[in-house]
């Protein structure tokens, strides 16, 4: 048995840890970014800050706005419930506009949002989730449908939007996640694991990784790029089944995974001889 | 960037306290970050405005009144 990590490789380590909060952080700038309507080159000055720390300036930011406004997205929410699904839909679309939806979309029944949003353009939905804060729109999006979501999902993909997918994973249920996952390339499926709002769900989205992908994953990530991201997923995936991946896989092709492994310092688990 | 103490104004915008690693930006950083949200939160506002005279103009007149009610308070 080898330990795919070494003395020498930690100046690596160091420098890949710093690499990967970067690459976080540029996440977390891209999310206030949109919150706040501005481009994120013109906030490229707080991708000095942690990555944790923006995501709580985030939270503070989208606290405020709601706060502000809250009686009248409140009021806004009542209302609707006084005219029929079609209607709000098309005010939605025509009158308010994604923004000011994905505001009050979280105040509405869930249900009732649910036929609202059966309504919409895929598009326009696409418009509305990348407005949403998820945490508080969480039983509309587990209320969506498998199907609903998929085509959502493939707007967002063929926007790039993968900081968006990956504010929604944790909120989606069971089947549409399935759905949606299992339908992303592998170079989306690991720029979206990688931003994943609620860290703690990547378990459910390594769920879904089997071994046979591992290969493929490794593939994608030297051709573009995606270490970081590539090895972040797998060390979060199952030991055994990333065991058995790698067991899977041409020596050299499996060299090659376990070299960029030590260069961003981090341990993968040993393949049995 | 006009601010006297451009840290007390990004709290005063954000209605809470920045955590650490935004507070230690520079002046012209932070009077920036709280321009920013002052501008997202007047933006929220104009929008909100538009968007309900607009959503007027889309409902029934049979409706309109019992949406004035509901909305009273606000308009």
């Known amino acids: 048995m080898t330990r795919a990590r070494s003395e020498k490789a930690r100046p690596d380590a160091e420098r890949a840890a710093s690499a990967s909060q970067e690459l976080r952080s540029r996440a977390e700038v891209a999310k206030l970014a949109r919150l706040l309507g501005r481009d994120p080159g013109e906030l490229e000055y707080l991708e000095q800050v942690a990555p944790d720390d923006l995501a709580t300036l985030r939270e503070q930011t989208t606290e405020m706005l709601f706060a502000a406004h809250d009686a009248t997205f409140k009021r806004l929410a009542t209302s609707s419930k006084l005219l029929p699904t079609g209607l709000v839909s098309m005010l939605a679309q025509h009158a308010f506009g994604p923004v000011l939806s994905a505001r009050i979309a979280g105040l509405l029944d869930p249900r009732r949002a649910v036929d609202i949003a059966a309504k919409l353009p895929v598009d326009f939905l696409a418009d509305i989730a990348v407005e949403l804060d998820p945490r508080r729109a969480s039983d509309v999006i587990a209320g969506m449908p498998p199907e609903h979501v998929l085509k959502v999902t493939r707007v967002l993909v063929a926007r790039g939007e993968y900081v968006t997918m990956g504010r929604f994973v944790g909120h989606l249920g069971d089947g549409a996640r399935d759905a949606a996952i299992t339908d992303l390339d592998d170079a989306t499926l690991l720029r979206t694991a990688f931003v994943l709002e609620d860290r703690d769900r990547i378990d459910a989205l390594a769920e879904l990784v089997g071994e046979d992908r591992i290969a493929s994953l490794a593939e994608v990530a030297e051709r573009e790029q995606l270490w970081p991201e590539a090895l972040d997923l797998l060390t979060n995936l199952d030991h055994k089944r990333v065991a058995d991946g790698l067991g899977r896989m041409d020596p050299e092709d499996r060299e090659l995974v376990e070299l960029r492994a030590r260069e961003q310092g981090v341990e993968l688990p040993t393949v049995a001889a | ?75």
């Open chain 2, 1 to 75: 960037m006009g601010s006297e103490d451009p840290a007390r104004e990004l709290k005063a915008q954000l209605q809470a306290t920045p955590p650490k690693g935004v507070a230690a930006l520079s002046d012209d950083e932070l009077s920036d970050l709280t321009e920013a949200i002052r501008d997202a939160r007047h933006r929220q506002a104009a929008e909100l405005q538009v968007a309900g005279e607009k959503a007027f103009g889309h409902i029934p007149r049979l409706l309109r009144g019992p949406i004035r009610k509901v909305m009273g308070a606000a308009r």
